[in-house]
Structure formats: structure tokens, C-alpha cells
Antibody, heavy 119, light 113 residues
Framework: QVHLQQWGAGLLKPSETLSLTCAVY????????WIWIRQAPGKGLEWIGE???????NYQPSLKSRLTMSVDTSKRQFSLRLRSVTAADTAVYYC?????????????WGQGTLVTVSS | DIVLTQTPLSLPVTPGEPASISCRSS????????????LDWYVQKPGQSPQLLIY???DRASGVPDRFSGSGSGTDFTLKISTVEAEDVGVYYC?????????FGGGTKVEIK
């Protein structure tokens, strides 16, 4: 049973860098793609991007110029950095796992981190 | 990008009655290389993170009651709840995993009448 625990700064000013980390407990780290999804207040879900244990990434095109995802396999953690944030980046950010070898959908999900961008 | 359109936006339901949510895609979600249809369903219960219900069109995730079923083909998909229970309230989302960027439908809010 894989469990995700995420953390990061919850309040940012415009132009700052959003930084979130997600720790993976249980399961095989290398069998998963690690994903970030966000949800603006009162809105639907937006896929941000994914990374695997080798560092191979796929990003949301609209965010690609500001986005960096990374993994630390020794710590079983993966991270999200989004530069030059604006109010439009205010959202709950979720870390998510997808076990590629089984291809059974996105599971598990982290508890979510509310990131507010405000001056 | 693949656009997923869900209907209805809101679905008042009576416990014990069936319910149905539609998800229409702007292009076919059938993968030509392996024959799978990469359409998943998720539910976000009040105050919780989303959770997986159905993957690759019709496979139920572990622990999901068999009153939930996914069906469809090509560009038209349906999530059915055979008999709604009070615990099924939440927002239901379809999501396509056929191509990047992955995209979600706008969501359907299921609430008890």
C-alpha cells in the first residue's frame, strides 16, 4: 500500500517560487510515475506534469516555461517547483502516483496543499 | 488538447435510485497500439482528495463497490451508479490518459435530493 505525504509553503507573493515536496511510503518507487495535479478554488482538476524515477518528465505546455519537477530516489521523494507565480497559480496542489507497470489509474493521491499567491 | 465535456453539471439523486454521468471527448480515446480506451473516472468527496473509481474505461479500482460501472467507446462514455447511496455524494470527474497533456472533464456534482 503506497501512501503519499506532501508539504511546502502555503503563502507566496507574486513572482516568488512555489516549491512542494511529496514523500512516498511503501511500494516500489521505481514502478511509478509521480504526478502533480492542481485545483483552483471552486474549480476542476488540472494536470501539471509527471516524472519517473529516472527523471524523465512530461509537462503541461502552458506551465512548461516556469516548471521543474525532480526526484530524489534515495529519499523516495519527488518535488515541484513553479517559478514566477501569480494569483492564477493559487490552488490546492496534489501529488499523485501512477503505477505504470499495472496501469491502473492515478492512485494514491496526497492530502493536498493549499498554495495561495497574494501580495 | 483533448477536451472532455461532462453532463450534467449537477445531479440531484434519490438514494436507492440509479444515476448516470456522461463524458464526451473531442477525439477518440481508443489507443491504436494496444486497443485500450484511456478514460478514467475519479470522485472527490467533500473535503477530500480525489480518488480513483474506474480506470481504462470499465475496470473498477480496488475497493470500489460494484454498483459503480464505466462504459462507452470512442468518444462517448458513461459512469453509472446502479443504486445511489448517501455516501456517493461528491464531484465526479472523467480524465483522459491517451495523450499529453492529460485532461479532465469539468466535473459533475452528485447530491442527495
Amino acid at each position: 500500500q503506497v501512501h503519499l505525504q506532501q508539504w511546502g509553503a502555503g503563502l507566496l507573493k507574486p513572482s516568488e517560487t512555489l516549491s512542494l515536496t511529496c514523500a512516498v511510503y511503501g511500494g516500489s518507487f521505481s514502478e511509478y510515475y509521480w504526478i502533480w495535479i492542481r485545483q483552483a478554488p471552486g474549480k476542476g482538476l488540472e494536470w501539471i506534469g509527471e516524472i519517473n524515477h529516472n527523471g524523465s518528465t512530461n509537462y503541461q505546455p502552458s506551465l512548461k516555461s516556469r516548471l521543474t519537477m525532480s526526484v530524489d530516489t534515495s529519499k523516495r521523494q519527488f518535488s515541484l517547483r513553479l517559478r514566477s507565480v501569480t494569483a492564477a497559480d493559487t490552488a490546492v496542489y496534489y501529488c499523485v502516483g501512477w503505477r505504470a507497470v499495472a496501469d491502473m489509474g492515478f492512485d494514491p493521491w496526497g492530502q493536498g496543499t493549499l498554495v495561495t499567491v497574494s501580495s | 488538447d483533448i477536451v472532455l465535456t461532462q453532463t450534467p453539471l449537477s445531479l440531484p439523486v434519490t438514494p436507492g435510485e440509479p444515476a448516470s454521468i456522461s463524458c464526451r471527448s473531442s477525439q477518440s480515446l481508443l489507443a491504436s497500439d494496444d486497443g485500450h480506451t484511456y478514460l478514467d473516472w475519479y470522485v472527490q468527496k467533500p473535503g477530500q482528495s480525489p480518488q480513483l473509481l474506474i480506470y481504462t474505461l470499465s475496470d473498477r479500482a480496488s475497493g470500489v463497490p460494484d454498483r459503480f460501472s464505466g462504459s462507452g467507446s470512442g468518444t462517448d462514455f458513461t459512469l453509472k451508479i446502479s443504486t445511489v447511496e448517501a455516501e456517493d455524494v461528491g464531484v465526479y470527474y472523467c480524465m483522459q490518459r491517451l495523450e499529453f497533456p492529460l485532461t479532465f472533464g469539468g466535473g459533475t456534482k452528485v447530491e442527495i435530493k
